[in-house]
């Protein structure tokens, strides 16, 4: 077994968090860019030129790229020869993401959903474990604004609707958000599963890179059709009418029931912040 | 691009078409959910409100805490629609108009030409730009709701793109 105090799990949350908060992905300035460059709506490219000189000022001064610096979402990996010691692992990453967000001036967006008192300190994080192979842990972290997370939908579509149904729902998700998510938006599509498994789906599909494919090939076909139309929609940056809806679309599947099928569509909006990490 | 001085006169809001960019110089106030629940509180209880409504412009924001030295932190729009039931009442107050991202509801484009208003669309998710344009910052309302609070801005070509024009035009 190896063991790993989990105060080395907070000290990595903490820098993760830091620095997800004022910096995009390199996969998401490349498609800002080419979005950008072949944008055809005045107005558009106007919001697109914008969004990339505040990723450039974000960066240079240090300070939040996006105000909603979101719901620190963590999807955490763990082998299972690995031991962990020290304090509770939600402990952990919430003091990780509690020291985070004060250090880095971050807003703390956290609330009842009742009396919608604020935390004070953006945790509880979400916090998602799963036991694999090996003696490592991997951290994926991902600050999720609620402009776009408001604006995802779950289907549970009957099995005869079949692909078809899967890229309807998903060009239908991003039809109704119009340009209030945030647009061009990252789709993360779940198919499968069950009601709950699938939405974990959606949200594991906006933290792989935006340009990469699903290995399924029948997958990556949902992927590319349904980016095709989406861009087809003409909502364009901010909902100003343009070319790019969409920076990509993401699929992730998993098996589901005779009787089923379910598709989860998770939207990001075009400040795809996320970070990966092995311990 | 188009340079306008707040607060706007009849004049200025006549002359503004939606789909041009321009950008704003001087005081918006910021009012997201929770502050715009409270203040329908006060209106319901016929409180005064500790700040005027009439010829304002509300951002529809929640900033980011100032790191030391700035007026502000990260302050980009949020989304309006979540607004939509109450802004057509406060255009009626006499609101000059709000600034946020993102379509509204046909009931507030028609309060916008109803009452000669205008809805500006910030850029969402351009937070830094719209920090670094505040000068000044200070929370005149509502300070127990934290970034939801109500705060004082003074900006400095705040870019902006008229969204919804008093003649009932819209770029969305």
New interface residues.
Partial sequence: MRKIDTKTIENKIYEMALHAGVNLTPSCTAALENACENESGA?AK??LE??L??AR??NE?Q???????GMAVIIMEIGQEVCLEGKLLQKAVDDGVCRAYADG?????VCDPIT?A?T?DNTPAVLHTEIVAGDKIKITYLPKGF?SE?MSRLYMLKPAQGVEGIISSIVETVRLA?????PPVYVGVGIGGSFDTCAFLAKKAIARDVGTQNPREDIAGIEREALKRINELNIGC????GDATALGVSCEWAPTHIAGLPVAVNIQ???VRCEKEVI | MKKLTLPLSSKDIMGLTA?E?VLLSGVILTAR??AHKRIFEYIKEGKQLPFEIKGSIIYY???????PG?AS????P??S?RMDSFAPALLDMGLCGMIG???MSNEVREAIKRNTGVYF?A??????????AIKKSECIAFAD????AVYRLEVEDF?A?VAYDCKGNS??
């Fill in positions: 107005a106007f919001g914008t969004i000189k505040n000022t974000a001064m300070m939040p790229v996006c105000q909603d610096t001036y971050f807003r703390k967006s919608r604020n004070g402009g408001n119009g340009s209030r998510p945030c901010q909902g100003f009418h909006c075009h400040c | 789909g960019s959910d929770c924001a929640g900033p980011c805490p100032a790191k700035m932190g990260s302050c980009g949020t989304t629609a991202k993102g379509e669309a850029i969402g998710g351009a937070g830094a730009i719209y920090g670094n709701l934290l970034s939801e870019p793109v770029i969305y």
